[in-house]
């Protein structure tokens, strides 16, 4: 059996159920506006409240509203983009534009840097490894900005900048071994398994930085790698 | 586990209390925003600035909810990786045709404007995900004791979705690169590009268990 014929039997174990077409179902019946959102349906009907009651309600909703537009606008690393809604008469071709998502391949880092809206540092790929490898340029609607290495042998690294100090790796995985080293008096956090690294990640308080080896390599490998962004 | 997207689970939050708490008031504060079930009975209706769901909208609905759900749902699921956020999104696009009321040329164009609105409905929804981590079908597989599909979905679920969604048009869906560049409103190359790194991300981490047919 080949993996795509285990895909497919994988993906085959997600079904959906009869309860769950007549759930949707409901929801649909029950849709309202152009603005649908989560479970519709779920508020019918008239609830009698007091007037406190609604006061309390409404302050609670604006300070939702407020705690919404702060997370929003200021949160580093946030891609909610928003969706434009879908024309009502629309035809079908142009309603499926109602919502966009998008990453911009660029063709160099030049191009990498005016997307992010900031100088992109490149680390030097001959240090970890990908000396000629294809490189892929990817800036993300937030700024974030991606470069990413696919050697000969189809092994990959990623390499992540963004504004901000968060964590942007996207690796939740755990690892047996952290280790902090110091790479040009910058603190470095390398992750993987025995005294295998597989991801860095550090931050020069104003940009965070992330590099990914899925193949792993030894911490000399990466206090150079490292060393080839933090030294520029 | 590599993503190609950051997250934002405050704004996800605020968002969901926003809404609720905006339903609430609005039942609260009037009948100008009242759902109006389909099968309300003439005269028993109250007024209302909102479209009304026609009866043959409603059933056209069910009828594609019937034929595409369970592929729709695996989709979304491919995405999200929790059955609650891909029957949401179900829903949400069966929500999004009784509204937008498209016109289709045929059978393949409806599926794939089902396909198209479930993806991009996806992405928008995976950025504030991270914390809803229950994944079922892995919870499912363990419990079988199928390992052998398990680290398959494992190591596709790892992909950066770019890859992940034409990896499951590709081999799943059995869509060809031309039609999944019209589904993802992106250019061929770059489906084929996104293919072919895919596998070779794929490769990277099954090493020599690697085996999709090509």
Partial sequence: MTLKNKYEEAMDHVKMTDEMQARIMTGVRNAQGKAAGGRSGEFRGHIHISRNTRMIITFAAVAAAALLVVSVTGIPGNRVVPEQAGSQAGTADSSMDQAVWSVTECADIGELSEKAGYTVKEPDADTFGFKGAVKSYLAYPDGLAEIEYTADDGSTAIYRMSPGEEDNSGDYNSYDAVSQINVNGTSVALKGNGSIYVLAIWTDGSYAYSLGIPKGEGQEIWQKAVSSVTGK | ?214
Avoid at chain 2, 136 to 154: F, T
């Fill in chain 2, 1 to 214: 586990m590599y993503r190609t997207e950051l997250y934002c689970e405050q704004g996800y939050v605020a968002g969901r209390i926003l809404f609720y708490l905006l339903q609430v008031f609005a039942a609260v504060t009037g009948k100008k925003n009242q759902e109006r079930p389909l099968s309300a009975a003439a005269g028993q209706s109250e007024k209302s600035d909102v479209a009304h769901i026609t009866p043959e909208t409603a059933e056209k609905a069910e009828q594609l909810l019937g034929i595409y759900g369970s592929q729709l749902l695996r989709f979304s699921y491919s995405y999200l990786h929790n059955m609650a956020d891909a029957e949401d999104i179900l829903q949400e696009t069966m929500i999004r045709f009784v509204q937008t009321q498209p016109v289709f040329e045929n059978a393949a164009h409806e599926k794939a404007w089902l396909f198209r609105v479930a993806a991009n409905l996806s992405k928008n929804r995976i950025d504030y995900n991270r914390l809803r981590d229950t994944d079922e079908l892995e919870e499912e597989l363990a419990a079988k004791d199928r390992q052998d599909l398990s680290y398959v979905w494992e190591a596709v679920r790892q992909l950066p979705v770019r890859y992940r969604e034409v990896i499951h048009l590709f081999y799943y869906e059995g869509y060809s690169t031309a039609e999944i560049a019209q589904i993802l409103a992106e250019k061929e190359a770059t489906v084929r590009s996104h293919l072919n790194r895919g596998r070779s991300r794929l490769k990277d981490i099954l090493k020599e268990a690697y085996d999709f047919e090509e």
